[in-house]
């Protein structure tokens, strides 16, 4: 796994237990804080971030300065993996990496 979709995996997981966490407990108040500077005062913090990396992948992530929302990790993940692999279809065969019939020796 690559260094982004860790990234990915482990500030969704972080999200979700500041979702977690009771409403009026202080690391609950602070995702709704991080979203509030986010959205009011355009603050690019790694809640900005988020529901655009979330939107690239076709999952829809809402900030909201009232209440957060719990994230699907898992559905964000396999949309992410499935855009992974959509990058090794329909690419055609390369000559240079691919034996070719009646070659006796290549040299590249």
Same mark, same amino acid.
């Given at each position: 796994?690559?260094?982004?979709?860790?990234?990915?995996?482990?500030?969704?997981?972080?999200?979700?237990?500041?979702?977690? *966490?009771?409403? /009026?407990?202080? !690391?609950?108040?602070? =995702?709704?804080? %991080? $979203?509030?500077?986010?959205?009011?005062?355009?603050?690019?913090?790694?809640?900005?971030?988020?529901?655009?990396?979330?939107?690239?992948?076709?999952?829809?992530?809402?900030?909201?300065?009232?209440?957060? *929302?719990?994230? /699907?990790?898992? !559905?964000?993940?396999? =949309?992410?993996? %499935? $855009?992974?692999?959509?990058?090794?279809?329909?690419?055609?065969?390369?000559?240079?990496?691919?034996?070719?019939?009646?070659?006796?020796?290549?040299?590249?």
């Amino acid at each position: 796994m690559d260094i982004e979709t860790q990234w990915l995996a482990h500030t969704l997981r972080f999200w979700n237990s500041l979702y977690d *966490q009771p409403l /009026d407990s202080l !690391h609950h108040r602070l =995702l709704l804080d %991080a $979203q509030t500077e986010a959205l009011l005062a355009g603050t690019r913090n790694w809640v900005w971030g988020l529901p655009h990396a979330c939107q690239r992948l076709g999952y829809q992530l809402v900030l909201s300065t009232r209440r957060a *929302q719990r994230v /699907d990790v898992q !559905h964000v993940m396999d =949309l992410e993996a %499935a $855009q992974r692999r959509r990058a090794w279809e329909a690419l055609t065969v390369c000559p240079r990496t691919c034996q070719s019939e009646g070659a006796a020796k290549c040299t590249y």
